[in-house]
């Protein structure tokens, strides 16, 4: 069974509880990263499978691991398995939960156990919330799908027993609105789970672009692009997380908020394997936010 998460109410705590560890669960992860395959735990498969340890995501020459220990079998990367996991525990097969992501093997999987999950794409700022839209990925075959913008949900105030974002976050222009967004769909009780990259030991969130009222992108640092199934260009990073996002779901009206752990290397659950100072080390982590009011 994969373990449970450990779950923290502040970053502090968080921090607190992983450092005297830290090195010890670098030092794992090096020795992992320079294997070719891992034999581990799936969650999705329900037994020991062979997971390829380079998802072709990388620091300089390094893997990064998040990223990476890819089951053979089912596809599901390190951060996807932990999330598939938490939505095990924290969701009933007969909750209605908003998934914003629907062509992944992850968004497959959701389907199948959830069969009330409503997954999405993001199309375009100017496609109506909930439209059918069609999409075409890198191999340009076309797929229908309902589009939902994170800033602009579709969803009425209070009618969604969950919502899951997988690294969506980080690419939203207003990471505030956004949340508050997640909030308004939710159910009193209900509860956001999400991931995204995120550094405890960042001091300070750090915004890369901004959207003027035109629609216009201004970069304040570097670009930053990730990887998307769908546009092959990659999708631009408005925000790197870090201490003080507390404080942001804070601001979005969140009353419930918690930081999950779950660092287990037999699972494939590790750090990202980032060897260039502790800022942007990233632990197998998971974002909880429960709407009590």
Known sequence: MYPEMRWYGSVDALVSAVSPSLSTMCGIDAEIAAREFLDGYCVRCDGVRRLKVD???????????????????????????????????????????????????????????????????????STPGGQISVFSGPDNVPREACHQDMLALSFADGSLDGIVH???????????????????VLKPGATALFTMPWFPWLPETLVRGTLDVDGKLHEILPTELHGDGIRPEGIYTFFNFGADFAGLLAASGFDGIEFGLGYDPFSGATTNNYRYGAEFLMLPTLIRATKWT
Do not use: K, W
């Open 55 to 125: 998802g072709g995501a990388y620091f300089g020459t390094d893997v990064n691991l998040r990223e990476g220990l890819v089951c053979q079998a089912c596809g599901l990367n390190s951060r996807t398995r932990q999330l598939f996991a938490s939505m095990l525990r924290q969701y009933g097969r007969g909750d209605r939960i908003a998934l914003l992501e629907a062509f992944s093997p992850f968004a497959s999987y959701v389907s199948s156990v959830f069969p009330l999950a409503e997954l999405s794409e993001y199309h375009g700022p």
């Open 166 to 184: 997988n690294d969506v976050l980080e690419h939203v222009p207003d990471a505030v609105a956004g949340l508050a967004e997640c909030r308004r």
